[in-house]
């Protein structure tokens, strides 16, 4: 008698539970061309596990498909092929839900939390649903960019938490690609919310890009003058494109994803009691509860991405010296130019940074030192003087965000090294804008 009743129970309690997933892109700008493809290919990934289009947000400012220096306009392309017929366009079908100017981490936080006010598309997960969220761009420490604000680490853990609290999930997984994606959970993320999290690079180190000119930017004979892709993310979904999915768990495809980068550290945070969750409980539309068995690692006869990967800060400088060094005498001018000010903006981002350290050591520090790693205020206000003198940071000075952190840490106050950055500024951009427009 019970269990007639049980089963039907049981049943409808299955089906009624969803799988959602997030897929955010904080870049624009062609030399970013592999995260816009990455994204469009995560977006595959889990449509063709079959999450349903209405199920799935993507935010991507969408201004590389349609590029000018994209040799296949209208398509985006995650892995060079020798022969063009075997490319696959990522960009076929891929949705996208928020582009240009609505890309912002305020929209990406409520589309979490679905809150209508992001004025599109958002979650609508219950306490039963999983949801995945996949987030690739740059990034520095404590924080990740979007097209034109900054979304800090605070911020994105808070709301994690609030959406635990809501009870907006029954379990969440979180793949970030960034530079110093590690600095965004490490010692701030709980491990009792239901969250598992990996991450590209560790706290203090860029995340690479692969198949990168001169060798592997191709598509047939043609070549795209980038990369095509990010390691890490190629990584995991170059595993999960070939992987049973209701077989393999989080912690299987993050140890073969760890090994495949092998050029930035990948690391977990979160929930070590999700380690055996399917993939596919997050990745598709299915749950798999039960016991799970390990699926051959089949990352052995991968081609090794290594010659072609690249450190994300000097792929604009790449992307343009060999759309440059590539180029018809008559095409040249304009592109010698976007070159030279590429290389204008990293000399100056050096200059801009290590006067603001040497000018801000020269006094005391009027705080006492922190053992937190991150002081998130001082962080905020220093860097809201910095690209409100200096204009907003370029993918290549993102790195010198760890010296702020850093000298917030040792107790200079905000308004000190604040003064100094303004100096700084104006001393070095009179010649060149020193970061990106
Ligand atoms: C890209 O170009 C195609 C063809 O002209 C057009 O239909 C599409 O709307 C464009 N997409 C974007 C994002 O500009
Ligand atoms: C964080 O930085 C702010 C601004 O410099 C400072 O007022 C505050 O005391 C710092 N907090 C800690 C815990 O060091």
Redesign the pocket.
């Known amino acids: 008698m019970v269990r007639t009743f049980v089963l039907p129970l049981l049943l409808a309690a299955v089906a009624a539970a969803e799988h959602w997933a997030v897929i955010v892109v904080g870049s624009t700008g062609y030399w970013n061309y592999r995260h816009q493809a990455d994204a469009c290919h995560a977006y595959q990934v889990v449509r063709s596990h079959g999450i349903p289009e209405s199920n799935i947000v993507l935010m991507m400012y969408?201004d590389v498909?349609?590029s000018s220096s994209n040799p296949f306009?209208?398509q985006l392309f995650n892995k060079p092929t020798m022969h063009s017929s075997d490319a696959v366009d990522v960009y076929q079908n891929c949705h996208v839900d928020y582009?240009g100017d609505d890309v912002t981490p305020k929209k990406f936080l409520q589309v979490l939390l679905g809150d209508t006010a992001a004025g599109g598309k958002v979650l609508k997960s219950k306490s039963t649903d999983r949801v995945f969220v996949n987030f690739v761009d740059h990034g520095a420490t404590g924080m990740v960019v979007f097209p034109s604000h900054n979304l800090y680490a605070k911020d994105l853990v808070e709301t994690l938490k609030t959406m635990h609290e809501r009870q907006l999930y029954k379990e969440l997984v979180f793949y970030m690609e960034a530079c110093e994606s590690g600095s965004m959970f490490k010692d701030l993320l709980p491990e009792n919310i239901n969250a598992f999290v990996t991450t590209a690079a560790n706290e203090k180190e860029s995340s690479w890009g692969t198949y990168c000119p001169p060798v592997s930017d191709h598509i047939g004979t043609k070549l795209l003058g980038t990369c095509l892709g990010d390691l890490y993310s190629v990584n995991w979904m170059e595993d999960s494109d070939k992987s049973d999915l209701s077989k393999e768990t989080l912690q299987e495809q993050y140890n073969r994803v760890k090994k495949l980068t092998d050029k930035s550290h990948v690391l977990e945070f979160g929930s070590p009691s999700m380690h055996d969750d399917p993939v596919g409980d997050f990745q598709s539309n299915t749950d798999h509860d039960g016991p799970t068995f390990s699926s051959a690692d089949k990352s052995n006869n991968e081609p090794s991405k290594v010659d072609s990967s690249v450190n994300s800060r000097d792929i604009e400088l790449i992307t343009k010296f060999y759309q440059y060094l590539r180029s018809d005498s008559k095409d040249r001018t304009p592109l010698a130019h976007a070159l030279m000010e590429t290389i204008q903006q990293r000399e100056m981002s050096d200059h801009v940074f290590r006067d603001i350290v040497r000018l801000t050591k020269s006094s005391s520090p009027t705080l006492t030192a922190s053992d937190d790693p991150l002081n998130d205020s001082c962080l905020r206000h220093v860097n809201e003087i910095v690209e409100q003198h200096c204009g907003r940071y370029s993918d290549f000075g993102l790195q010198y965000v760890s010296h702020i952190v850093s000298l917030c840490n040792q107790g200079y106050d905000a308004s000190i090294i604040s003064a100094h950055a303004i100096t700084a500024c104006h001393r070095h951009s009179t010649k060149a804008r020193v970061f990106a427009p």
Request: cysteine-free; aromatic content about 0%; hydrophobic content about 15%.
């Open positions: 969408d498909a349609n306009p209208g582009r």
